[in-house]
């Protein structure tokens, strides 16, 4: 059983990326999709493993500003200090194309260095 099978709630739309980012070595930490209020339209992920280092950037420049072409944030909420947190605005209420959002940026990111 895959960590956020047990641990944390996974939404559809963002499943086929969970996958491909464990195949990668992230592990999935408190969150999984929709984030905040349904009408903010925000979907985030929250990743336990790797580990975020105080002062450091989680991902290189190319891979930042890939995420951030594709409108891909740091997550503001409250997470732990060490946890990498991303979101993004859907920009419509569409399954698929929030899915295959989601999918890009599982693509974009690195495979974790053990």
């Known amino acids: ?3 956020f ?6 939404e559809p739309q963002i499943e086929k990326a969970v996958r491909i980012l464990e195949a990668k070595g992230y592990i999935i930490g ?3 999709g929709q ?5 903010e339209k925000k979907q985030a992920i929250c990743f336990s493993y790797p580990k975020a280092e105080l002062g450091k950037t989680q991902f290189d420049e190319e891979t930042m500003q890939a995420l951030r072409d594709l409108g891909v944030r ?3 909420g409250g997470q732990p200090a060490d946890m990498i947190s991303l979101e993004f605005d859907a920009e419509i209420d ?4 929030i899915e ?3 999918i890009q940026i599982a693509n974009i990111l690195p495979q974790v260095k053990k």
């Open 35 to 39: 984030s905040g209020r349904m009408s």
């Open 5 to 10: 099978e047990k641990d944390t709630p996974i």
């Open 100 to 102: 295959s959002k989601w």
């Open 30 to 32: 408190t969150l999984a």
């Open 74 to 76: 740091r997550f503001s």
């Open 94 to 97: 569409d399954f698929d194309v």
């Open 1 to 3: 059983m895959n960590d």
